[in-house]
Each structure stands twice: as C-alpha cells, then as structure tokens.
C-alpha cells in the first residue's frame, strides 16, 4: 500500500503560499523548487508527493482518493459540496463572497433580480434563503462587465481588496461569507491514514497559530 501522504495543491499564488506553509511545518519537497513545468513531486525523506492541480479541481482529486488531502479556498467547497473532510482553515487567501451593483442603482424589489456569477449554487442558496427570487447568469470569469453592462441587476463574487469593484464604479450591497484556504482529506485516506493525516494537520494547525500570534502582537 502506498503510504506516502498525496497532497493536491492549487496551482497559481495561493499554492506557493500553502506549499511555503507544508514546508514550515516540516512537510518540505525541496524538488519542487525546480524550475520545470512538472506537476508531481516527491520527497522520500518526508513522505510526501504533492500534485499541482487546477484550484476548481483540488476538490475532485481529493474526493477521488488520487489525492490524500489537499488545499482549497471555502469559495470552492461551498459551491460544489465536495464530499470531503474538512481539516482546518489555514486562514491565508482570505477574502469574502459578496453582492455588488452599480454604484448608486436602484433595485426593484418586486422583480425578479438578475444575478450574474461564476458560483450558481452559492448565490442560488444565499437568495433562497432570502425567499428572494433570482435569475441566474452564469458566467466565467470579468462577471463586473455584467450589470456595467446591464445584463444583470447585481454580481455575486469574490471580494479580496475591493479594487476591482472600485475601478468599475461598483459597490457592495450585501456580504455573503468570509473565505479562506482549507485543509481538506478524502473520507477513506482520513481513516487508513490517520495518523500521518492528523500529524500533518497538528503541525499546519501549530503553525496557523503561531502566525495568529505574531500578527496579533
Ligand atoms: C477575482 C474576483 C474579482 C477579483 C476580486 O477574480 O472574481 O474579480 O478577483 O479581487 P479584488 O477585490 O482584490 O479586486 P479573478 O482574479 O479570479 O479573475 P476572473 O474574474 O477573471 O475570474
């Protein structure tokens, strides 16, 4: 049985930020730092093999069992409702889900709201609870252009800085949740694992704290 820890990271900025992270807490892969376009990489010594993936897919080599576990932004989980554990909040990648609208527009309440966004089903359940009736458009990626250009009522999106719902004369109406990067496990590995599992997650959960404190000092 292979007993090395398979760990799914997103490709992109928030994967260097969590492999930095894997590595301080003692899960290093010093190979990785090769400048190549491979996309697996092992180190024997600290049994690990980690996986750049696509951050959308994190979540479906982590529920497949290709990988053992893995990092994902909440965005991700909450919209697909990946069967999975979640492990813990490494709080880095924070930022938040919102509803925003053109500066200053006005929004009838009695019709149905047009909603453009990349993630239906966050959207889809935040307004359901609100028994408010939507339309939803799916789209991509850019969803700002949508109400500037009048296709849609409001966005639903991610808010990091702010900067691009300033820079095109958009505001926030309503903040839906707060989103951060998360330790995620496959149900099976999470059993025949254990213990690797749960010492990797002690040793990320240490480290989380220790940059709590010293941001809070
Ligand atoms: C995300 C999000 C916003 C922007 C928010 O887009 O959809 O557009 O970042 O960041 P800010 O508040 O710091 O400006 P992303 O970079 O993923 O590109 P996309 O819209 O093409 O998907």
Redesign the pocket.
Known sequence: MDQMINIALPKGRLGDKVYAMFEQAGYGCPSIHENNRKLVFEDKKNNVRYFWVKPSDVAIYVEQGTADVGVIGKDILLEYAADVYELLDLEIGK?RFSVAAKKGAWIDPEKTLRVAT?FPNIARTFFDRKNREIEIIKL?????LAPILGMSHVIV?????????RENNLEVLENIVEISARLIANKASFKFKNQDIERMRKSLAALVAQRREEANK
């Open positions: 930022c990349k991509n990626g850019s969803v700002e999106d991610i808010v990091e800085t702010g900067t691009t719902l």
